[in-house]
């Protein structure tokens, strides 16, 4: 059996604390705990949902600076970070917790029975949702707090009536195990079954897979590499009865940057773009990994303003070892594609130092080893000789989870070609500023077109991610005790 | 090549028309003008398509006669059948009409900037949605009109924005032609061009195959069977880049009649039930293939006047030969499985005549064959002890496009528990009547938990139907111009 070990991110080393990996029966003991509940949980009103939410963002804040001090020791990511990203997953919980609280999941559609002869006359029909079920939900590496045991999947399905069993990351097993533990603690003041938030955890695919495959799980949600995520949701399609399975897989994240935008405010942007590429070590889904420019004095201007900006930024660490070589390796991949190195910075130790790289539109087009993500601080600038050949190395990339477009001020029909290949391809499209930072709004889309997700008509951040959650169901001629129930389900 | 030959349903006779099946060029090039049309239909207002979708209601009503001479010369579904499926038609088409005009397809969700440190402030932003491209449409062999060349998922998918490319059904190609004909003066009519609803046919599964493996497709939908339906799904998921696959696969639609519903108008809805067992020969995806009731006095009463209701309908003609033999086969496999017959009446050629047949709810649980849809006027009846059973029977059905459940009219722990089973296994959860006939209103949900739909949080029918071609995208500090276009891609 696998053991999970915590590791400082910083040194490599042990801290000292250790779990055996979940057995196939407490993978399926948990799933039986989160489906015993599945019932009482989905016809629960909007206050006990929120109460619970609101009470978990309240025992995370509590414990604030002991699970600050845990996670950066596992992840490296630093406090301002971390606290910032507490803040997003405390900001998450409650605002899932005012939507349950107003009533979302259990907004309904009435038609009122029309007399007469179809396809005019009708009975009374009364569209609801249902919560899905048990929901397993696959954390992030990247995001120990808001992507993780008890981030936006967490909340969300919490809020749409669906226990949760969280398959941990093996980067972050005692933040985990912390955050599981405060959680337990609210269960228990609330008088709510143990099974309604399970975790489990293992080091290889073999736990994540077993989850996935149980008959009694309805839905699947991920946060990871687009390889973990594709093998998963082929394992949620083979089941006897396939489920829905919302990945959300990472992209590459084109910046189309044009000469006006550059010659106007190149530094600015430079500064703006080098803090995005090296945010968290460029660890984050929505990373830049692609800069598309036209063949113009401002583009080389531009190239010397980031390399600049990125030379006056601290190295940073990396999540684990296997993340570090894995970012060499895509590195060297790239290469070996075709890219050229434009310059780089000496790393230090598990940091490694930025990468820019450059290729050809034609070359970037014809190679499909230069579109993928490599996780980490690096960027590819693709060389365009017009705006076709951008529109066509957007198409290349062909799904992502942001495009960024600076310089489409005007109505042309540059632009507007630019604008409609950009939202082909992306589920949020950007005028402004750089695509970390993803906010937690009602607008929000978090997802795209393969190979971003694998659901790209859902989101996972924002409030439309409960959808997710919530099956569509039509009541015809429903009983008034029924109808009395406002959408709550039985 | 394969040869489409139209054949008269009631005779199996060829008509004396016949065409080829599309070839691999005329495939991609149905598939090549629908790509390049996309943009400009994407880019349409809403009066544009209302306009289009109106016109197209407009010719076919105008060539009523002639359309129906034709689908029931292929289709023996008789005139008033037909002439009431082209009004559901066209009624769907002006429905699609109205919301494209209203702006359904336009709608967004504004956030303005908040300003302040995240998570609280963030930038501008706009959710919109984007029609997905062209869509491969597969028309179903049991609505020659409403699930067909015209139907609802073209009408949906016009009005998202969507060029279509329907693959015909090869059991009513001359009628397939006639209306495609229709459309090409429509488009012609309107300055549209040709592509924007393109056709092509096939006997065989090659078509299809070809259709939906075409990388400038971009979304499919499918009525029909199960076997065909997940074929189809599987290559979406297969290709090099997946894409949304709406698959409407049938059900076995359980009837749930309580004793206290049979003692109260058994006489009226033994009468009701055999009508729709039989309607259309039972060839609906909602035909009530599964009676499940209680080892009661009440059900045995039931039975008899349900034989009696039968045995007073005259037998009516398949759509084809192929599905006379299927019928026959299924019934086969349901007495080889452990049912027992009933009653059967005699048929009349190709006109099979109701059979009614029976088995143990535990033995209904343990034989997934029993389970099987058979596509025709057959019921199988499940005796249970108790609710419990019925509960297991239907968690053994596990999807459905619909469940009915007669007396539950008052709020019980055993009526709490059977509607809570029935809305998770189904889309549509009747209380009265039953499940044929399928209302196109805003409250209509067509689909169901697997094997009933291949995307079960989407619904073929209904105002809904349109969500299923419209990726949410979110604008993120959009320039003037673009938001000026209220909701309009470029």
Same mark, same amino acid.
């Given at each position: 059996?696998?053991?999970?070990?915590?590791?400082?991110?910083?040194?490599?080393?042990?801290?000292?604390?250790?779990?055996?990996?979940?057995?196939?029966?407490?993978?399926?003991?948990?799933?039986?705990?989160?489906?015993?509940?599945? +019932?009482?949980?989905?016809?629960?009103?909007?206050?006990?949902?929120?109460?619970?939410?609101?009470?978990?963002?309240?025992?995370? *804040?509590?414990?604030? *600076?002991?699970?600050?001090?845990?996670?950066?020791?596992?992840?490296?990511?630093?406090?301002?970070?971390?606290?910032?990203?507490?803040?997003?997953?405390?900001?998450?919980?409650?605002?899932?917790?005012?939507?349950?609280?107003?009533?979302?999941? /259990?907004?309904?559609?009435?038609?009122?029975?029309?007399?007469? +002869?179809?396809?005019?006359?009708?009975?009374?029909?009364?569209?609801?949702?249902?919560?899905?079920?048990?929901?397993?939900?696959?954390?992030?590496?990247?995001?120990?707090?808001?992507?993780?045991?008890?981030? !936006?999947?967490?909340?969300?399905?919490?809020?749409?009536?669906?226990?949760?069993?969280?398959?941990?990351?093996?980067?972050?097993?005692?933040?985990? @195990?912390?955050?599981?533990?405060?959680?337990?603690?609210?269960?228990?003041?609330?008088?709510?079954?143990?099974?309604?938030?399970?975790?489990? @955890?293992?080091?290889?695919?073999?736990?994540?897979?077993?989850?996935?495959?149980?008959?009694?799980?309805?839905?699947?949600?991920?946060?990871?590499?687009?390889? !973990?995520?594709?093998?998963?949701?082929?394992?949620?399609?083979?089941?006897?009865? =396939?489920? =829905? /399975?919302?990945?959300?897989?990472?992209?590459?994240?084109?910046?189309?940057?044009?000469? !006006?935008?550059?010659?106007?405010? !190149?530094?600015?942007?430079?500064?703006?773009?080098?803090?995005?590429?090296?945010?968290?070590?460029?660890?984050?889904?929505?990373?830049?990994?692609?800069?598309?420019?036209?063949?113009?004095?401002?583009?080389?201007?531009?190239?010397?303003?980031?390399?600049?900006?990125?030379?006056?930024?601290?190295?940073?660490?990396?999540?684990?070892?296997?993340?570090?070589?894995? /970012?060499?390796?895509?590195?060297?991949?790239?290469?070996?594609?075709?890219?050229?190195?434009?310059? @780089?910075?000496?790393? @230090?130790?598990?940091? =490694?130092?930025?990468?820019?790289?450059?290729?050809?539109?034609?070359?970037?087009?014809?190679?499909?080893?230069?579109?993928?993500?490599?996780?980490?601080?690096?960027?590819?600038?693709?060389?365009?000789?017009?705006?076709?050949?951008?529109?066509?190395?957007?198409?290349?990339?062909?799904?992502?989870?942001?495009?960024?477009?600076?310089?489409?001020?005007?109505?042309?029909?540059?632009?507007?070609?630019?604008?409609?290949?950009?939202?082909?391809?992306?589920?949020?499209?950007?005028?402004?500023?750089?695509?970390?930072?993803?906010?937690?709004?009602?607008?929000?889309?978090?997802?795209?077109?393969?190979?971003?997700?694998?659901? =790209?008509?859902?989101?996972?951040?924002?409030?439309?991610?409960?959808?997710?959650?919530?099956?569509?169901?039509?009541?015809?001629?429903?009983?008034?005790?029924?109808?009395?129930?406002?959408?709550?389900?039985?």
């Amino acid at each position: 059996m696998t053991t999970l070990i915590s590791l400082d991110a910083r040194t490599g080393q042990p801290t000292g604390e250790s779990w055996p990996a979940s057995t196939t029966a407490d993978i399926d003991a948990a799933v039986r705990a989160a489906h015993a509940v599945a +019932a009482d949980w989905g016809a629960s009103n909007g206050l006990a949902r929120a109460t619970l939410l609101r009470d978990l963002a309240s025992a995370l *804040e509590a414990d604030r *600076e002991g699970l600050v001090t845990c996670a950066d020791r596992e992840t490296a990511l630093g406090s301002p970070r971390l606290n910032g990203e507490l803040d997003r997953t405390t900001f998450q919980l409650r605002r899932f917790a005012d939507m349950a609280e107003r009533g979302e999941p /259990f907004r309904t559609e009435d038609d009122p029975a029309v007399t007469g +002869a179809p396809p005019v006359g009708h009975p009374a029909m009364q569209r609801q949702r249902v919560p899905l079920g048990p929901v397993a939900m696959f954390a992030a590496s990247n995001f120990p707090f808001a992507f993780s045991v008890l981030g !936006g999947d967490t909340a969300s399905a919490l809020a749409a009536g669906c226990p949760v069993v969280v398959k941990a990351h093996p980067g972050h097993p005692a933040l985990s @195990q912390r955050v599981h533990t405060l959680i337990q603690a609210v269960l228990a003041r609330q008088g709510l079954p143990a099974g309604l938030i399970g975790l489990v @955890q293992g080091a290889g695919i073999e736990v994540g897979v077993a989850l996935i495959r149980h008959p009694l799980i309805a839905a699947g949600a991920f946060t990871g590499s687009t390889r !973990g995520g594709l093998a998963l949701q082929a394992e949620a399609n083979a089941r006897p009865r =396939p489920i =829905p /399975f919302y990945g959300e897989l990472g992209a590459i994240n084109p910046v189309v940057a044009l000469p !006006g935008a550059l010659t106007a405010q !190149g530094a600015e942007l430079a500064t703006t773009l080098a803090g995005s590429i090296t945010l968290g070590c460029g660890q984050f889904c929505t990373n830049p990994g692609l800069l598309v420019m036209l063949d113009h004095p401002a583009t080389y201007t531009f190239i010397g303003q980031l390399q600049a900006a990125l030379a006056a930024l601290q190295p940073h660490p990396m999540l684990t070892p296997g993340i570090r070589q894995a /970012f060499d390796a895509g590195v060297a991949q790239l290469l070996q594609a075709g890219a050229d190195l434009v310059w @780089q910075s000496q790393g @230090q130790g598990t940091a =490694p130092g930025p990468h820019l790289l450059t290729v050809g539109a034609q070359r970037f087009m014809a190679e499909a080893a230069l579109r993928e993500e490599v996780f980490g601080p690096s960027n590819l600038i693709v060389r365009c000789a017009d705006v076709e050949e951008v529109l066509g190395v957007l198409m290349a990339v062909g799904g992502s989870l942001t495009v960024t477009v600076w310089g489409v001020e005007t109505d042309t029909a540059d632009h507007r070609a630019l604008v409609r290949t950009a939202m082909q391809i992306a589920g949020r499209v950007l005028f402004a500023g750089v695509p970390t930072g993803v906010a937690v709004t009602r607008a929000q889309q978090h997802g795209g077109p393969w190979p971003a997700s694998t659901a =790209p008509m859902t989101t996972s951040v924002g409030d439309a991610a409960l959808d997710r959650f919530l099956r569509p169901v039509c009541l015809q001629d429903a009983p008034a005790w029924l109808q009395a129930r406002a959408g709550v389900p039985c």
